[in-house]
């Protein structure tokens, strides 16, 4: 069974960093491309970054392209969502999805002074 | 990046069928069979119910079926049933090399 779990949430201020996990088990990890998608209170699913199975090939949201990075480590089955320079409108759940397929249960980012 | 059209609610009465628009561009539903439909229940991860425009992962009902034509997707719930009341979101990959989201449509069992 796909079991997906992030990670790393919590409370920030504006201008702060913070990083995601996820948590990977029942596949082959290193075989799929995987995802990010956020969702803010009470709003709709917005689709943050990609990342191929070996981590040559990455694609971001213009929302968040030069603030987050996405990346992985295949040898510990984990993906990782380092987020910068983050603003009020970045607080959301944070979803990790393999290949938008299968996700987890979410982890809550909250950007606030 | 915009965001595609969904209707912002839908009903229908137990046993009816509904279906739910996806209107994007040629540049997104235009440009690939790579439409996907998620159902999410209030504080749940979504649920993948279609994937590549008409395909259903193992496990989701025969209820829930997916068409497109042109720029516009659709998915159509048969046999409306009181567990189908949720949120739904449509998906597409893009020709930017990223995926986009619909706005979501919340559909009520009336």
């Known amino acids: 069974e796909v079991q997906l779990v992030e990670s790393g949430g919590g409370l920030v201020q504006p201008g702060g960093s913070l990083r995601l996990s996820c948590a990977a088990s029942?596949?082959?990890?290193?075989?799929?491309?995987m995802h990010w998608v956020r969702q803010a209170p009470g709003e709709g699913l917005v689709w943050v970054s990609r990342?191929?199975?070996?981590?040559?090939?990455?694609n971001y949201a213009d929302s968040v392209k030069g603030r987050f990075t996405i990346s992985r480590d295949n040898a510990k089955n984990t993906l990782f969502l380092q987020m910068n320079s983050l603003r009020v409108e970045d607080t959301a759940v944070y979803y990790c999805?393999?290949?938008?397929?299968?996700w987890g249960p979410g982890t809550l980012v909250t950007v606030s002074s | 990046q915009s965001a595609l059209t969904q209707p912002a609610s839908v009903s229908g009465s137990p046993g009816q069928s509904i279906t739910i628009s996806c209107t994007g561009t040629?540049?997104?539903?235009?440009?690939?069979?790579?439409v996907s439909w998620y159902q999410q229940h209030p504080g749940k991860a979504p649920k993948l119910m279609i994937y590549?425009?008409?395909y259903r992962p193992s496990g989701v009902s025969n209820r829930f079926s997916g068409s497109k034509s042109g720029n516009t997707a659709s998915l159509t719930i048969s046999g409306l049933r009181a567990e189908d009341e949720a949120d739904y979101y449509c998906?597409?990959?893009?020709?930017?090399?990223?995926?986009?989201f619909g706005t979501g449509t919340t559909v009520t069992v009336l």
């Open positions: 999805t393999r290949h938008l397929h299968d």
């Open positions: 029942g596949f082959t990890f290193s075989d799929h491309w």
């Open positions: 990342i191929n199975n070996d981590g040559s090939i990455t």
């Open positions: 040629s540049g997104d539903v235009g440009a690939y069979d790579y």
């Open positions: 590549d425009v008409s």
């Open positions: 998906k597409s990959h893009t020709t930017s090399n990223a995926d986009v």
